[in-house]
């Protein structure tokens, strides 16, 4: 079986380094980029899986790096590595297209366990088949939205929520439970980016006037139509 491989970019050469050994003694390929700019050529040359990035880098941000991987490719796995812990920084790195966000210092346990995760999400994303939602279809392997002769692009995360709401179709879906399930988390930080997501999805889905994403307050979110 092939290793998967990953694109680490990470500027503090120390913790790249240890960050690649822990990860290839796990079985992953690890290609170590020292900024964002080589990153995102290796990037184009090689194809990696997912992508685990820092946020403070030289010459281009892992911000900026992840906005222009996400311009050309909707689906891959982005991984934020940062000391920043500000709301607005963790909702921005959501916004932006990132699957999870991990806070500095962190434990390689943690880490790893976060790539498996969305390794493992990826996998279930390819085999999920075309689903209907009211007038809209929705194409989850490939992320987008139809409605009658147009589409909406959905990001990893979009597409992943949406899904769990569909999967459970008026009924609630637990908050805490489903932000542990995409997030890794329920704290603060990620209640607050699901509530975006939640706003972004209800207008993504607005031409369609019997769906409603209800929000039940203190249990969750429940998916009518």
Same mark, same amino acid.
């Given at each position: 079986? /092939? =290793?998967?491989t990953?694109?680490?970019? $990470?500027?503090?050469?120390?913790?790249?380094?240890?960050?690649?050994e822990?990860?290839?003694?796990?079985?992953?390929?690890?290609?170590?980029?020292?900024?964002? $700019?080589?990153?995102?050529?290796?990037y !184009?040359?090689?194809?990696?899986?997912?992508?685990?990035l820092?946020?403070?880098?030289p !010459?281009?941000d892992?911000?900026?790096?992840?906005?222009?991987?996400?311009?050309i490719?909707? /689906?891959?796995?982005?991984?934020?590595? %940062?000391?920043?812990?500000?709301?607005?920084?963790?909702?921005?790195?959501?916004?932006?297209?990132?699957?999870?966000?991990? !806070? =500095?210092?962190f434990?390689?346990? $943690? @880490?790893?366990?976060?790539?498996?995760? @969305? #390794?493992? &999400? %990826?996998?279930?994303q =390819?085999?999920?088949?075309?689903?209907?939602?009211?007038r809209? %279809?929705?194409?989850?392997?490939?992320?987008? @939205?139809?409605?009658? /002769?147009?589409?909406?692009?959905?990001?990893?995360? $979009?597409?992943?929520?949406?899904?769990? *709401?569909?999967?459970?179709?008026?009924?609630?879906?637990? &908050?805490? *439970?489903? #932000?542990?399930? @995409?997030?890794?988390?329920?704290?603060?930080?990620?209640? &607050?980016?699901?509530?975006?997501?939640? %706003?972004?999805? &209800?207008?993504?889905?607005?031409?369609?006037?019997?769906?409603?994403?209800?929000n039940?307050?203190?249990?969750?979110? =429940?998916?009518?139509?």
């Open positions: 079986m /092939s =290793k998967t990953i694109l680490l970019a $990470e500027d503090e050469s120390a913790l790249g380094l240890i960050i690649k822990s990860l290839e003694t796990r079985d992953f390929n690890v290609l170590l980029c020292e900024n964002g $700019e080589i990153a995102f050529d290796v !184009k040359k090689q194809a990696p899986k997912i992508l685990v820092d946020v403070m880098m !010459k281009k892992g911000f900026t790096l992840a906005k222009e991987i996400r311009a490719d909707n /689906s891959i796995p982005i991984i934020f590595l %940062t000391a920043k812990s500000q709301t607005k920084d963790v909702v921005e790195g959501f916004n932006i297209g990132g699957n999870d966000y991990l !806070k =500095k210092p434990s390689m346990e $943690e @880490l790893i366990v976060r790539i498996n995760n @969305l #390794l493992n &999400r %990826t996998q279930v =390819k085999k999920a088949e075309v689903i209907d939602i009211g809209y %279809t929705f194409d989850f392997p490939k992320q987008i @939205l139809h409605f009658e /002769s147009s589409e909406q692009p959905l990001t990893h995360r $979009e597409a992943h929520l949406l899904f769990h *709401l569909v999967q459970n179709k008026n009924k609630v879906l637990d &908050r805490s *439970l489903i #932000l542990n399930k @995409l997030w890794g988390t329920d704290d603060f930080f990620t209640a &607050r980016s699901m509530d975006v997501f939640i %706003t972004k999805l &209800r207008k993504k889905l607005k031409k369609d006037d019997s769906i409603q994403i209800i039940v307050r203190g249990f969750g979110y =429940k998916l009518v139509f």
